[in-house]
């Protein structure tokens, strides 16, 4: 089985003004990672994770979400659980978006906003306002090579929804692709099956296929696809 780990904080997913749109984007992104790896897959708020759980439900890969909440209203000792599972190097993980965040917090790396928009410049969205975002189907160029790019050259697209970035690297860490505004678009630890990617790959349609792809590529280098 695979997890989709929401790290939304959770008094914000149960609010009951967005319940609704959190059950129903969290159903649907866990249908996705299910479909791509042909096997179960079931999501999981983080403090509910354990490895105790892990092992009774045969997990065997974890994709962390991405987050509409701020870092700064977060209690980082409730990662506690779920940092020493993932820095134990014993289960693959795929960071998206905040989760890929979350993944340079876990390895002692840093996070922050891109930028403030400049006089005149427009808002593609209206949350974080004032504040530069990338938003919507956008190329990435990819700075080096790497089997989770299999099948994509060297300038795919994928969905972008977002204003923080990795600020700093975390440590053992390398990128593998950016974009002029956001260095880190793309990162992977040296030597564990550790992604993070800061765009939404899980977000496809029939017209933009690429994040499909570069999951479907993670799971084959997680070995849980065959080649």
């Known amino acids: 089985m695979i997890w989709y780990v929401d ?8 609010d009951p003004a967005n319940k609704a749109n959190f059950d129903q984007v969290r159903a649907q992104r866990t249908r996705v990672l299910a479909d791509i ?7 999981i708020m983080y403090p509910d994770v354990t490895p105790e759980l892990m092992r009774e439900k045969n997990v065997v890969a974890l994709a962390l979400s991405g987050s509409t909440s701020d870092w700064v209203n977060y209690d980082f000792n409730s990662f506690a659980t779920l940092t020493q599972i993932v820095t134990s ?8 978006c905040g989760g890929h965040q979350l993944l340079a917090y876990m390895y002692g790396g840093q996070c922050g906003p891109l930028r403030l928009l400049r ?4 808002d593609p969205a209206d949350w974080a306002p004032g504040w530069f975002k990338e938003v919507g189907y956008q190329s990435v160029s990819v700075t080096k ?8 050259g060297s300038a795919p697209v994928f969905f972008e929804s977002h204003y923080w970035q990795v600020s700093q690297m975390p440590t053992d860490f390398e990128v593998l ?3 002029p505004e956001c260095p ?5 630890h040296t030597s564990q099956c550790v992604y993070g990617t800061q765009f939404h790959p899980e ?11 570069l999951i479907s590529n993670f799971f084959r280098i997680a070995g849980l696809l065959a080649s």
């Open 203 to 213: 977000v496809n349609s029939a017209d933009h296929r690429d994040g499909r792809q």
């Open 119 to 122: 006089p005149g410049e427009p």
């Open 184 to 188: 880190v678009q793309v990162m992977r």
């Open 89 to 96: 190097g014993r289960v693959p993980v795929l960071g998206l």
């Open 7 to 14: 790290i939304e904080l959770p008094a914000t997913a149960a």
């Open 37 to 43: 790896a042909d096997m179960p897959a079931e999501a």
């Open 145 to 152: 090579d790497d089997p989770i790019f299999a099948g994509l």
């Open 177 to 179: 692709a950016s974009t």
